[in-house]
């Protein structure tokens, strides 16, 4: 027993104090280390599926131009996903579930594309109404036209 009083009596207690502050300073330096690099792989994985989606959209857009000459600008691309609710529009009268809409605003076309045969089905010509619609949804809508056949106006 007395050999340990010694012993504690000869440690510098300021050395002591100063090696256990900076072993916590390294530990904590460690710890935000490694949170710092889990939040960089966090922050990249939110960017790889925008990323998926330019190529993907860059891979229709690559397969519907091989079939049709295309404006030169970016389309809107719309996936169709419940046709119950577009089966009374003119445009979707053929179309299915899974079925991709590649609207070009400049150009004013609608491109209707059914990637599970590589086929397009409709392309129609489209006008901007100016009033929007009160869900914020777009909405196409046919309206006459001096042709016998019906366009579509899409209300944003």
Request: aromatic content about 8%.
């Amino acid at each position: 027993m007395n050999k340990y009083r010694r012993l504690l009596g000869e440690i510098n207690w300021k050395k002591a104090g100063l090696l256990l502050f900076i072993l916590l300073l390294i530990i904590t330096s460690v710890i935000f280390f490694f949170k710092y690099q889990k939040a960089q792989q966090a922050l990249t994985n939110l960017q790889i599926p925008q990323q998926v989606k330019q190529e993907s959209a860059k891979q229709l857009i690559d397969e519907v131009g091989k079939l049709i000459v295309l404006p030169k600008e970016d389309p809107t691309i719309a996936t169709v996903t419940d046709i119950t609710k577009l089966k009374n529009q003119p445009f979707f009268a053929q179309a299915k579930n899974g079925d991709k809409v590649l609207l070009y605003t400049n150009a004013k076309k609608a491109i209707l594309y059914r990637p599970s045969i590589g086929r397009i089905i409709a392309v129609e010509p489209i006008s901007f109404a100016s009033t929007p619609v009160a869900t914020g949804a777009a909405k196409i809508t046919p309206y006459p036209t001096n042709s016998a056949t019906q366009s579509p106006t899409i209300n944003k």
